[in-house]
């Protein structure tokens, strides 16, 4: 990502989209736990999380030095810590929960990793402090509209759009549709950003 970027979406700043952000406090929060090639990455949408959830955190994954202040915070006794992971494989299924209210006093913990399906995949089979989290089970419903990246996993939702999804199921409906639409338009600015077109409306 060059200089010229956005700091707060990561387009190019004539593209930028920052001034539809609208920022919400939610009762669940997200800890977004980012592969090192994520943040240099213009379609990365976990900026956009940011910007709906100021008190989301941010965590850089290195493989051998786990995040000390989501350690931190996953030790304090009010968090209830959910992983944000497909259980698509019979050791992970057994971690597989559904979703639960936290009780009272309690506050979920969503950590949801960031990056390539395979750097995804990676990062999870190297860290062992994250074995212990309960996986949340969870179907997403729509397909994926992310199309910014070509990979073999096409269809498979982007980071935003897994949080819209966490949002409506933990009662966020306000917090997930704005998300959602600052997804949409930051897809439309994106695309007219890599195809040199006018920026989209600037209504
Ligand atoms: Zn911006």
Known sequence: MSEANCPGCGLATDYCVCRWARPHQTQARLALLLHPNEPARPSNTARLIRQVLPDSSWHLWARKQPPAELLQRLKQPHIQPWLIFPADRPELAERAHPWQPPAAGKTALFIL???????????????????????????????????????????????????????????????????????????????????????????
């Open 113 to 203: 990793p960031d990056g390539t399906w395979k750097e995804v995949r990676k990062l999870l089979r190297q860290s062992p402090w994250l074995d212990d989290i309960p996986i949340l089970a969870f179907d997403p419903p729509q397909r994926s509209r992310y199309t910014l990246r070509r990979n073999p996993d096409a269809d498979h939702l982007c980071t935003a759009e897994v949080a819209t999804a966490l949002l409506q199921l933990t009662g966020e409906p306000g917090a997930a549709n704005d998300l959602d639409r600052l997804l949409d338009r930051f897809l439309s600015h994106y695309h007219a950003w890599q195809h040199h077109q006018p920026v989209p409306d600037r209504s």
